[in-house]
Every structure is written in structure tokens, then in C-alpha cells.
């Protein structure tokens, strides 16, 4: 069924009938077309407003986020997906002038409920940004600053084996064990990147939030980043902003189009790619905008 993203009823559609038409689905219609919804989600998200003082940014959105699943976020410049990405894990806070409406929960967890902590929220929900941006620290103290900040490690031989087994998951300990020592910032793009998800996965996350995390990065490095990617979903569940359609076919399992602050589509990637429903999403993919 297609859910509204307004206060009004939407037409009943039923999108898995051979009858549905493009027609049927017009550039005028801002429904959330598709399978928004799963079951027993790690994180649902329900009625979700974003607003910049006046400025409506993100108007009215659903969507779960499933377990152990990469899910990705595409759409044209400005359409409001890197915020509603921040809004997983309460980055807007930062923002004076940001205000976020409805509900995000992590389970049963209101993660808007005014008694929330968000340092481990954030903690729980790692980011990693669009650029690498390791501390001007070496290494190990890269890794290790979350753990200690956290009061995770009981001592230093637990520390020690943190860092390892963050750089081992991130697909770095190799390429730097022999140098923990010498400045992160002194790595390749690619590897600081890297050096960034060991970061994030140091303190135990849930849920880790990518925000465009190849686009500074060369086709090698990018490579790399995906397979890592591929290989994190085992065990972490993975939101991903790209600007890449190509990218979001590879890692991800499902795939949300947004379109001027709307939630247009959301479904299993294949089908998003080969079969939108929505006429703004076919547009988009095929290039006729964006």
C-alpha cells in the first residue's frame, strides 16, 4: 500500500497489482511508495519533521530500519536525506535553529525523550562523516579515545585489544599494526576513512550512519570501503547517505528515495533500481534529473 505523507488520505493503490499504472503515480502525488515498514526494525521512525527556524526539510517521514541490513539514502542535492541521516543519532542538536518533530526509536528507546543522554546515544549510533577526519592524534589514540571517554576498557591490555579488534574490523590492522604510533593523519584518504569506521566501531555500536563516506575518495579506496561495507552488515546495521546510485546497488539490501524533504520510495534495492513505482524515482534513476 502506498503511505501518506501528509494529513490526507492517499488514494488506496495497491502497488503489488500488475494493474498499477505510472499514471496512476504522478510527479503531483508525495507518497511514500513501496515497503517503508519491516519487521521487528532496530530502528522505526514515524511522522518525522525537520525544520530549519521557518523552513520545512524533511516533510513527514516513515521508515524502519531494519536489522543487520545496509539501507540507503538517495535523491538529488538538497532533497534531505544527509538530514534526516543526522537525525538517527540527534546530530541536529548541534544546529541552534534545527527543530525535529515525531518519532525515532532505537527498539522501545524514544531517542527524543528529553531524559535521553545523547553521548552514548551517539555512542550507539556512530557517524561517520563525508570527509575523513581523524584526530590529530596517532593511531592507536584515534581508536582508543572512544573506548577511554566511555570508561569501556577495564585496563590497558583491554584497550590494546579494542584497538586491535576495531582496526582488524575496519580492514586496516595489516596495513598499520607495525606503525599505531605514527599520526593517523599521516594515512592515505582511504585509510583514514577506515581509521574513522574503527573509530566509530571501538565503543560497541548498534547502528553505524554514513554520510557520503566515499565521495572524497579514489575508485581503489572506494572499492575497498564497500567491501568493508559488505562485510560490517554481518554484525552492525548500516544507514547509508550516497550521492553513487551505482554504489547504493552494490552494498545495500534496500534502497529510500527522497525528493524535495518527501520519502517518494523505499524497497528491496533490486526492485527500486529495475522496477520504481513512483514516476520521480524512475526519473531520477534514469538521469532525467538530479
Known amino acids: 500500500m502506498l503511505q ?11 502497488i503489488s497489482s500488475n494493474s498499477i499504472t505510472r499514471a496512476m503515480v504522478t510527479r503531483e502525488n508525495r507518497y511514500t511508495a513501496g515497503e517503508p515498514f519491516v519487521n521487528n526494525p532496530r530502528m522505526s521512525c514515524r511522522n518525522v519533521n525537520v525544520y530549519y527556524g521557518d523552513k520545512l526539510a524533511i516533510n513527514d517521514v516513515s521508515i524502519d530500519i531494519a536489522e543487520n541490513e545496509v ?44 531524559n535521553i543522554d545523547v553521548v552514548p546515544l551517539r555512542a550507539q549510533v556512530g557517524m561517520v562523516f ?11 589514540a584515534n581508536v582508543a579515545y572512544g573506548p577511554t571517554i566511555h570508561g569501556l576498557p577495564a585496563s590497558k591490555t583491554d584497550l590494546d585489544a579494542i584497538v586491535e579488534t576495531s582496526l582488524i574490523k575496519a580492514g586496516l590492522w595489516d596495513e598499520v599494526k607495525d606503525r599505531l604510533d605514527q599520526p593517523g593523519t599521516g594515512l592515505s584518504g582511504g585509510q583514514q ?45 548500516i544507514v547509508i547517505v550516497t550521492h553513487n546510485m551505482q554504489q547504493a546497488a552494490r552494498v545495500s539490501q534496500r534502497t529510500a528515495y527522497f525528493h524535495l524533504g518527501d520519502l517518494l520510495e523505499v524497497g528491496k534495492t533490486n526492485k527500486v ?18
Open 4 to 14: 501518506t505523507l501528509s494529513n490526507t488520505a492517499p488514494p488506496t493503490i495497491d
Open 71 to 114: 539501507l540507503a539514502m538517495i535523491g538529488p542535492s538538497g532533497c534531505g536525506k544527509s538530514t534526516f541521516l543526522r537525525c538517527l543519532n540527534r546530530m541536529n542538536d548541534t544546529i541552534d535553529i534545527c527543530r525535529v518533530t515525531g518519532d525515532i526509536r532505537m527498539d522501545d528507546m524514544d531517542i527524543y525523550d528529553k
Open 130 to 140: 563525508q570527509k575523513p577526519n581523524p584526530f590529530p592524534k596517532s593511531i592507536f
Open 193 to 237: 576513512q577506515r581509521l574513522c569506521i574503527a573509530r566509530a566501531i571501538a565503543v560497541g555500536p548498534e547502528v553505524i550512519l554514513m554520510d557520503e563516506p566515499c565521495s572524497a575518495l579514489d575508485p581503489i579506496a572506494t572499492a575497498t570501503i564497500e567491501e568493508l561495507i559488505s562485510e560490517l552488515k554481518q554484525q552492525y546495521t
Open 273 to 290: 533500481f529495475t522496477r520504481p513505482v513512483h514516476q520521480l524515482t524512475e526519473d531520477y534513476i534514469t538521469g532525467r534529473f538530479g
